[in-house]
């Protein structure tokens, strides 16, 4: 069944990777729910953008990250707020990035909604809420959303190129996008594949 990327186009993929990413999500412009991977996730956004892959692109696939370094170099600097965040409680000291707001209290209630603003933060979420499991992050705009799909999808064609000639290569290139073997993860296969009418 070498022919996926044949029979579909590249929305297709997209579509196919966000319904087994973050299908069940209302808003899928979130960090991952899943607090107990190993080592933590810092996976985002509709097909859940991983720090790995964008750390693997931007060092291995030069051509492909430059294109796209607007929103990589984004999605990069908020991987190290979920990592410096995630799991760690109140008590946690707020990052370097976010303490000089809370140091300086005199700077008035506008400049903390100022502030907030600037990192998409607002409706009640704070700053650990916020970069947190299940946080929405920066909160991208729609253009920056846009740039997460094109890159992502830039990504995926790479992908597809190369385990597209292997023994089993839908199998290797939905592995290769998932981080796991169909043994270790069957239903995200079967939602990739479902959505496809595969």
Do not use: C
């Not at 996730?41 to 796209?68: C, F, M, W």
């Not at 990589?72 to 979920?82: P, R, Y």
């Amino acid at each position: 069944m070498n022919s996926l990327f044949d029979t579909f186009n590249i929305d297709d993929i997209y579509n196919a990777y966000q319904f087994a990413e973050t299908g069940s999500f209302d808003n899928p412009w979130i960090r991952t729910t899943n607090r107990k991977a190993d080592g933590g996730s810092t996976a985002y956004g509709p097909v859940q953008i991983t720090l790995g892959l964008l750390e693997d692109y931007r060092d291995n696939e030069p051509g492909i990250y430059s294109k796209h370094s607007n929103v990589g170099d984004k999605l990069i600097e908020q991987a190290g707020l979920f990592k410096y965040y995630g799991n760690e409680g109140d008590d946690l000291p707020y990052h370097e990035k976010h303490a000089g707001l809370y140091a300086a209290p005199y700077r008035g209630i506008m400049a903390i909604q100022d502030f907030l603003g600037n990192f998409g933060v607002g409706s009640g979420e704070g700053i650990r809420e916020a970069y947190d499991y299940g946080g929405e992050g920066s909160k991208m705009h729609s253009g920056l959303q846009a740039e997460y799909k094109s890159f992502a999808q830039d990504m995926m064609q790479d992908m597809w190129n190369k385990n597209k000639n292997k023994e089993n290569p839908v199998q290797s290139f939905i592995e290769a996008w998932r981080g796991k073997t169909i043994e270790e993860d069957p239903d995200y296969y079967k939602r990739f594949n479902t959505y496809l009418g595969r």
